[in-house]
């Protein structure tokens, strides 16, 4: 499956944006997805993941509260709200598709990944 995320930009700090990731080559409807971001000179972080049909969602300590993510899986898409945006949230976000009952918290659950989209909050 191969995966496009879009919806990054230049924001002021307590904006809000929304990310998307549209799957295309198959659905998605089977599969968890996440996003996970990756700031200049850091690793990549886990930011937030859904179940197959979307029942169940599992944020990152530092997204709780803020971010959003939820699925369409007729369109195969996921989307992530991104509210009360912080500098420190400034990053390259990547969507990504984990097996069928897999967690998908983890780079090594992943099973394909999308190319970065990048978000930057200014102060």
């Known amino acids: 499956v191969q995966l496009q995320a879009s919806g990054g930009g230049l924001v002021q700090a307590g904006d809000s944006l929304r990310l998307s990731c549209t799957a295309s080559g198959r659905t998605i409807y089977r599969n968890s997805m996440a996003w996970f971001r990756q700031a200049p000179g850091k690793e990549r972080d886990f930011v937030a993941a859904i179940t197959w049909s979307g029942d169940s969602t599992n944020y990152a300590d530092s997204t709780k509260g803020r971010f959003i993510i939820s699925r369409d899986n007729d369109k195969s898409m996921v989307f992530l709200q991104m509210n009360s945006l912080k500098p420190e949230d400034t990053a390259a976000y990547f969507c990504?598709?984990?097996?069928?009952?897999?967690?998908?918290?983890?780079?090594?659950?992943?099973?394909?990944w999308g190319q970065g989209t990048q978000v930057t909050v200014s102060s």
């Open positions: 990504a598709a984990c097996p069928y009952g897999s967690p998908c918290h983890r780079e090594s659950f992943v099973a394909s």
